[in-house]
């Protein structure tokens, strides 16, 4: 059985030929997107590898399906499944009502420091996009996934809580705070900025992205976003001192040209940022940023894509890491093998990356544009394509399958 078993060793993935893997279904179209991704994942290592390789899944029971069957929306269990085989896949869940669990998702990522939410944004031609020159979006963003406003600090106005803090903030700190005003906390630390920009910086390198843009508000947020700001710039002069410059010195000392090999590290304000991604997104490759600017610019850039059916994303921490797709459960298309199955099934490439099985992840996203080519697509895609002929989500993943197997 070990050796079935995904390890970390010393910071680097000891992958075997036959891991086990968990997977979580996830709720409304959950099922349906991921008996369509699996069905493409193992078709993809089976042509690229044969028999020598093949993934071994393992299904925890969370989400709606895991509280009918346990009584639990999340276990322990489930937590330590995924801990202790180091790589997982997930569908979207819901996000239970009144049960005092805020989000599913939320609660997996702190739960197993999963820091750092990585959504890789790249052009497929030919998938409809509302920009002129769509084939010079690559960027990846890297967002900060246990801090910020997203912490969960937050009280409600009135209640006894907020009217405590806004004592102490008004007394002790003399700030000047309306009556009766909701609160959230947004904490910003150094240690978790170093860890998130570390892991940014390392992905340039390994993916000869060149630039590294640290988003943030911090003209206006001094002390949490512009400490993140330069937070940032310290970790790459500290860790990465050879390889990075940052955009002053490109300047000062290179007459505005980057030096080959190197990683220029730069920074933006989160709002000027959205309009320059969409006038000169070739200037952007990774872009680094606390908790809820990765969430504003992640969607949005996702839209120039071709929108929520074709944006794959992963958590990733030090321990281990869930892959999963941008979008939720949809749950007006629960169980109508309707919806676009792209994003987890490029979520499920972004894993077998990660693994180092990457002719099976080349060989999914080459099928995948092969059936957009086609015209063969689901209804999202559909409603965008001139003469386009609308296909189910399993029919779209069969389509994948054959064109891989040629
Ligand atoms: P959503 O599930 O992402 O769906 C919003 C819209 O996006 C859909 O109505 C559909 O647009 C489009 N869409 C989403 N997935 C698609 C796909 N695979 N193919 C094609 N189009 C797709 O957002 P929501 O309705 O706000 O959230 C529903 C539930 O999901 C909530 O309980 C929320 O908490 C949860 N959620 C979970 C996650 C996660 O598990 N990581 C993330 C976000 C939200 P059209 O209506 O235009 O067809």
């Not at 003209?219 to 860790?239: C, H, P, Q, S, V």
Request: proline fraction near 5%.
């Amino acid at each position: 059985m070990a050796e079935k078993i995904v390890k970390i060793e010393n910071g680097k993935l000891l992958v075997p030929d036959n891991p086990i893997i968990p997977f979580i279904e996830g709720d409304g179209i959950g099922p349906d997107i991921w008996k369509a991704t699996r069905a493409v994942m193992d078709a993809s290592v089976e042509t690229t590898y044969h028999k020598k390789r093949r993934i071994e899944w393992k299904e925890l029971l969370v989400g709606e399906k895991g509280f009918d069957k346990t009584g639990q929306w999340l276990s322990q269990e489930a937590l330590n499944s995924i801990k202790s085989h180091v790589v997982a896949i997930k569908g979207p869940l819901t996000t239970p009502v009144g049960q005092g669990i805020r989000s599913l998702n939320v609660a997996i990522r702190q739960k197993l420091d999963l820091y750092a939410c990585v959504r890789p944004v790249k052009y497929m031609s030919p998938v409809p996009s509302p920009m002129k020159h769509p084939e010079k979006i690559d960027m990846v963003i890297f967002r900060e996934n246990t801090e910020d406003v997203y912490a969960g600090i937050e009280w409600a106005a009135g209640s006894n809580e907020a009217e405590k803090v806004i004592s102490f903030l008004k007394h002790e700190m003399h700030a000047d705070i309306p009556e009766h005003a909701g609160i959230g906390i947004k904490p910003m630390s150094q240690k978790n900025t170093r860890r998130l920009v570390a892991r940014a910086i390392s992905h340039a390198i390994e993916n000869v992205y060149e630039s590294v843009t640290l988003m943030h508000k911090g003209n206006i947020m001094k002390y949490t976003e512009g400490a993140f700001r330069n937070w940032g710039y310290e970790t790459a002069a500290d860790l990465f001192p050879d390889i990075t410059i940052t955009e002053a010195q490109l300047y000062e000392k290179y007459d505005g040209r980057r030096p080959e090999g190197k990683v220029i590290i730069k920074d933006r304000i989160a709002d000027m940022i959205f309009q320059q991604v969409l006038l000169r997104p070739e200037e952007f490759g990774v872009i680094a940023t606390p908790n809820l600017n990765g969430d504003y610019i992640s969607d949005a850039l996702s839209a120039q894509i071709g929108g929520l059916g074709m944006a794959p994303g992963a958590n990733i921490g030090d321990d281990c890491a869930i892959f999963e797709a941008t979008h939720g459960t949809a749950p007006k298309y629960a169980g109508l093998d309707k919806v676009n199955p792209g994003s987890l099934i490029l979520s499920g490439a972004m894993m077998l990356d990660y693994m180092g099985w990457k002719e099976a992840a080349a060989a999914i996203r080459k099928a995948l544009q092969a059936a957009i080519i086609s015209g063969h697509v689901t209804y999202d895609l559909a409603r965008q394509i001139k003469n386009a002929t609308e296909v189910s989500c399993s029919r779209f993943g069969n389509e994948i399958i054959k064109l891989m197997k040629g």
